[in-house]
């Protein structure tokens, strides 16, 4: 069974840097594409930063230059290194995998999201 467990989220002011970490178990390893989302209250999610198998990085244009995605493949670990936050990135932040199967296609696992609260 696929699991995405998060962790680091909190309450920061802006500016300072908040690192959010995915550790994935079951299905999900180093080939999946991975990425972390964003969602605030009657919002829609939101992709923030993506990562292929082969570490190719995608950034909204709202984080390019501030955030960092990264994965340890040892580790089976997704990062999301955030920093100069701004009150603008308050948010639950929810870490997802993608997993091909033969005769369902492509499929998404999410993790359970973690807070980020960023204060003026």
């Known amino acids: 069974q696929a699991q995405l467990v998060e962790s680091g989220g909190g309450l920061v002011q802006a500016g300072e840097s908040v690192r959010l970490s995915c550790t994935a178990s079951?299905?999900?390893?180093?080939?999946?594409?991975m990425g972390w989302y964003r969602q605030t209250p009657g919002k829609q999610r939101d992709l923030v930063a993506s990562?292929?198998?082969?570490?190719?990085?995608n950034y909204a244009d709202s984080v390019s230059g501030r955030f960092t995605i990264s994965r340890d493949n040892a580790k089976n670990t997704l990062y999301l290194q955030m920093n100069s936050l701004k009150p603008e990135d308050t948010a639950v932040y929810y870490c997802?995998?993608?997993?091909?199967?033969?005769?369902?296609?492509?499929?998404?696992?999410w993790g359970q999201g973690t807070q980020v609260t960023v204060s003026p």
């Open positions: 990562i292929t198998g082969s570490g190719t990085t």
């Open positions: 079951g299905s999900i390893g180093s080939r999946n594409p």
């Open positions: 997802n995998a993608r997993v091909f199967r033969a005769l369902t296609g492509w499929g998404d696992y």
